[in-house]
């Protein structure tokens, strides 16, 4: 019966863009208010060039070039030299201010978001998820964006408001009558570049998202990536991670646009006056205006106004966008959870009946086939999906509590039907590309019902290469590979799964209920079996120690070893007459490695194991030895006296040694 846990809610909701930069300057002004008095003045001291440049032009033209004075217009330059010295040593000083306030800012952001974030942590109950991944993402790349956007902020807003004031002042001083046509554009622009921001800012919060969703998505792949092989879901998974990469790239070329477009604004603001005052200069001198002082006014819009204006719309623009943005979504991060409100209903069972596995990814069922419900083949089925254990899924898979396998095909459809769990190998040749050499080359090996054969060799020797050419995972280059007198390419993946079972050198095992990793590959199988093939393993401990049967998994908290153990109890539970065991027990010890063997041996049907251990070698029916471009057959005792490589590679453990080396 489902119980109820507590969800916990979040307290309170995040606020607006605006309302969340705003509260991030807002916190900048008030808890650093010293610097932020001391950065105001050194930038009133900055703002001196912006004052001094046009009436310094127009008295140089007008009362030293045009009077034929050079001295004089020398002088009133060397004016304007010193005043721009003035401003830059004050916009120097600006900065070690500037950092008085925002990294105490910066800091207080950090603390609230990690704050958030360990709370959200402890309120999901050690569930795990991918806000590992959005959390890196926000501690790092929206942090220092709000912590530069605020510095530009502080800086370019400050500096362009008394710049503009400056030329505006200056201008109206020098050439009143020149004043509208420099006010009316720059009004405009100021209104287009205010009317733009929402758009831009939405295709801002739109990047940040895409970032985030994909980031969060390569967590969530990475994190499930043995569930989705497993369940044939790479095709799926492959395109939702194109489909993250293209969103992003889609958010930020219009993102990109927008910018383009707002960058036009400057042409209005600064470009067009400059255009205006060029055009009515004629009419300006006739009323009354010096050319010293029309030549004023264009080095007001030249060479204060523009540039003010351009680092407007391209450093304010995107940086308040940017600030509001990232503001928004790390106040949202950082609120933490309230106390528990809602309650939902949770099943211990639904990790295995929904395919969830490492941390809750669910496997989608809705492109399931549709499945047989032949209660006379569901008995001794081999489950389709057991990808673990060397069966490719022929298409998507449903939860082991939901699936039935399907009845088995005539030989008229798929060939016939492997009899028992021998194989034959004829001349088997592979290698990894065309210009490669083999890994193996024209082997053959034939192995009876009921057999057991260790195959050992070096490390990247092949050992684990042969064990998919035996499993029917892949064709060899050249040769044929019977199992069970039938040609392993006859049959079809789903026939396989009930032919051989392999367990690779890492263990699977997914969330869900003990009992459904058990029976996977025998999904009705009895509990008396199941019980049965747990003690012949020697997991009965692990069992009790999880809970019993009926213990929920989850696949992180277990050891190597411990789910070797359950991918072991879960191969002696099917009825695949063929078992091939790729270093399966290498994170076991000896002894528990001995009773594996020896239920193995109780246990119908072939095994092939491979082990770099002594011990298995020397207690298998045969031991088949890969030593690079050869492979030799026989007896450990053989073996011993024939190969010194394989007296190399086993220590020279004679006949007698203890079993449990």
């Known amino acids: 019966m489902a119980r109820e846990v507590a969800v916990p809610a979040p307290e309170g909701r995040p606020r607006r863009p605006a309302r969340a930069a705003a509260e991030v300057l807002r916190s900048a002004f008030t808890d650093s208010r010293p610097a932020v008095l001391r950065l105001l003045a050194w930038t009133l001291l900055s703002a001196l060039p912006a004052l001094v440049s046009g009436k310094a032009m127009a008295l140089a033209v007008d009362r030293g070039f045009l009077d034929h004075r050079p001295g004089q217009a020398a002088c009133w330059l060397t004016v304007f030299a010193a005043a721009a010295l003035i401003g830059a040593w004050a916009t120097r000083q600006t900065y070690p201010q500037l950092a008085h306030v925002v990294e105490p800012m910066r800091d207080r ?68 009558a020149a004043t509208p046509l420099i006010a009316v554009p720059l009004l405009l622009a100021l209104t287009g570049f205010a009317a733009s921001t929402p758009v831009t800012m939405r295709r801002q919060r ?40 293209d969103a992003a790239v889609r958010a930020n070329r219009a993102l990109a646009v927008t910018a383009a477009l707002r960058r036009l604004l400057v042409a209005l603001g600064a470009h067009l006056p400059l255009l ?52 928004e979504r790390l106040d949202a991060a950082s609120q933490p ?37 032949d209660a006379a083949h569901r008995e001794g089925a081999h489950d389709a999906c057991a990808h673990d254990e060397g069966v490719e899924p022929p298409d998507a898979v449903l939860p082991p509590k939901r699936r039935r396998d ?51 060799g070096p490390s990247g020797v092949g050992k684990s290469t042969l064990a998919d050419v035996l499993a029917g995972d892949v064709p060899p280059d050249r040769g044929h590979v019977l199992l069970g007198g039938t040609a392993a390419g006859r049959l079809t993946p789903r026939e396989l799964a009930r032919v051989r079972v392999l367990l690779p050198q890492d263990a699977y095992v997914f969330a869900g209920e003990l ?35 009926e213990a929920t998994v989850d696949p992180a908290a277990l050891s190597a070893g411990e789910r070797q153990i359950i991918a072991l109890v879960r191969a002696h539970l099917s009825r695949a007459r063929l078992v091939i065991l790729d270093e399966a027990t290498r994170h076991l010890d000896a002894q528990a490695e001995l009773h594996v063997e020896e239920a193995f041996r109780i246990r119908p049907g072939t095994v092939v194991t491979i082990t770099h251990r002594p011990g298995p070698a020397r207690r298998a029916d045969r031991v088949l030895f890969l030593d690079g471009d050869r492979a030799l ?16 590679l086993v220590g020279g453990h004679g006949a007698d040694h203890d079993s449990t080396d």
């Open 109 to 176: 952001l950090v603390r609230r978001l990690v704050s958030g974030l360990l709370h959200r942590g402890v309120a999901a109950r050690g569930r795990p998820d991918a806000s590992a991944a959005a959390a890196v993402a926000q501690l790092t790349r929206q942090v220092e964006a709000v912590r530069d956007a605020t510095a530009g902020q502080l800086l370019v807003v400050s500096h362009f408001a008394l710049t503009a004031v400056a030329v505006l002042g200056g201008t109206a001083m020098l050439a009143p």
């Open 633 to 648: 057959v026989g007896t450990h005792r053989e073996l011993l006296s024939t190969a010194p490589g394989y007296r190399a």
């Open 406 to 456: 399907p009845a088995p095909a005539s030989d008229g459809e798929h060939g016939h039907r492997p009899a028992d769990g021998s194989v034959l190998l004829r001349g088997i040749s592979y290698s990894y590309g065309a210009a490669a050499d083999p890994v193996f080359d024209a082997l053959d090996l034939t192995l009876h019902d009921g057999e057991h054969l260790a195959v050992v």
């Open 276 to 327: 205006l005052v060029v055009l009515a200069a004629p009419a300006l001198v006739r009323r009354g205006l010096t050319p010293g002082e029309v030549m004023g006014v264009l080095a007001y819009l030249a060479g204060t106004l523009e540039p003010a204006l351009r680092l407007l719309v391209q450093g304010v623009g995107s940086s308040w966008l940017r600030l509001a943005v990232a503001a």
């Open 337 to 373: 959870p309230a106390s528990v409100d809602a309650a939902v209903p949770w099943n211990p069972a639904a990790g295995a009946e929904h395919g969830e596995a490492n941390g809750g990814r669910p496997v989608h069922d809705d492109a399931a086939p549709p499945v047989h419900d």
């Open 206 to 245: 739109e990047a940040f998202a895409a970032e985030e969703n994909l980031a969060r998505l390569c967590a969530d792949t990475l994190t499930a990536l043995r569930d989705i092989v497993t369940c044939g879901a790479r095709g799926p998974a492959e395109q939702d991670l194109l489909a993250a990469v």
């Open 515 to 549: 009992r459904e990793n058990l029976r996977w590959l025998r999904p009705c199988a009895g509990e008396r079996d199941v019980v049965s093939a747990v003690r012949a393993v020697g997991a009965a401990s692990l069992v009790e120690r999880l809970g019993g049967l």
